[in-house]
Every structure is written in C-alpha cells, then in structure tokens.
C-alpha cells in the first residue's frame, strides 16, 4: 500500500490564542488517482487545550455548497494523541473510496473547549497550490480554490460546510487516503553516459507516500 498526506506532519502554523468562537475549518484538494480515505489530520498546537469536537470530508458541489461524503462523519472522533501534541489523527477504515478528479474539503470543528483550538498562516494560499503524491490542494485565487482558506462560523454551533475565507489562511487540517499499490518512485534528471548529449529519467529511491 501506499499512503498520501498534503503537508507530511513536517510544518504547522501559529496558536491562535483568545478566540472562544465556535469554528468549522476546512482545506480544499483533489486526487490525482482514486484512493481510499484512510485519517484526517490537524496541527493542535504545543498550547493548546482543546481537540475538535467532529470531522468529516464534504464533496463541493457548487459555488459555497457540498456534500458529506457517505461514510466519512465524524461527530465523536478518536484522536491519536492528546491536545497540545502537535499533530494529531482520526483514523479511518478505508471503506470510502475518494475519487480522482473530484474536489472535496476535508473538514474539523472545534467548539466548546476552550480558547486555544488552532493554528493558523496568514496568506499561505495567497499566490500558489501545494501538491504531494497524489493530493494537489489550490491557491486561493485559482478556479478551483476561490475560498481555499474556509472556515465557518456555526450557528446553530456544529460541524457544517465552510464557505467564508479570510486572508488566503491555512488551518493546518490534513487529509490521508491510501492506495492498494506500491508508491510510484520518484525521479530525477540525470547526464547521459559517454558524453552524449540529453537527459534520462532514471527512478531514485524516496519518499512519494508511504510504502507499508
């Protein structure tokens, strides 16, 4: 098996301290190949005292509207470690197939817990995408990712589908989705022996997902 996150757990944001509201945050992506849902991530930052309360990965299916994936709610999530452990996972079990070419927005509520819910970038959509492996998420401003940075504000308080956006940010919410195949190698341009002119592409051993 193969196994994709967007940001690797390797970056996270800035606590956001003082903002008792309760949030629906949420990241837009798409697959390259279809795959199954198998975690969804967040950065619960060193201080922070309080997990989300519910998660979910909605199908956009409009202009500000989507759908919940059959299979994908979350209203009492399992998280992997506890607040403040920087991040953290609700597991799935790989029963949901995502499919590729299809935009969807992995979702996290955090209500009811105290001030110190999440972290936050500023602008960190504002002028490109990121990809890895098979996920490609947009930039703000490209066709697709108008309202990358989503959030909501619920009222009633509960997980519902984010539509607003505020200074291109990242929530640091994640998406894991896991192929039945081997991860496909990376590779790099390198000189043609003997001197003659051109390049090849010859595979290197490296990370693209995870193979277990």
Do not use: H
């Amino acid at each position: 098996m193969a196994v994709y996150t967007l940001f690797g757990q390797g970056a996270a944001g800035t606590l956001v301290t003082g903002d008792s509201a309760d949030y629906t945050f949420g990241m837009q992506f798409t697959l390259s190949q279809s795959a199954a849902l198998t975690g969804i991530w967040f950065y619960s930052a060193p201080t922070a005292t309080a997990l989300p309360a519910a998660c979910c990965i909605y199908q956009i299916t409009g202009t500000n509207t989507g759908s919940q994936v059959s299979g994908t709610v979350n209203n009492s999530p399992t998280w992997s470690a506890a607040a403040g452990s920087g991040w953290v996972k609700v597991t799935y079990p790989g029963t949901t197939t995502l499919t590729a070419a299809t935009n969807y927005r992995v979702s996290v509520y955090y209500g009811g817990g105290g001030p110190n819910w999440y972290s936050v970038t500023g602008a960190y959509w504002a002028s490109s995408g990121q990809s890895s492996g098979i996920i490609s998420a947009p930039a703000a401003g490209s066709a697709d990712g108008t309202n990358q940075d989503a959030f909501a504000n619920p009222s009633p308080a509960g997980l519902n589908y984010p539509t607003s956006s505020f200074n291109n940010s990242n929530y640091w919410i994640d998406v894991e989705v896991t192929t039945s195949g081997p991860a496909p190698a990376p590779q790099v341009a390198v000189p043609e022996a003997g001197g003659i002119g051109g390049w090849v592409m010859l595979p290197v051993r490296g990370r693209v997902g995870s193979a277990v």
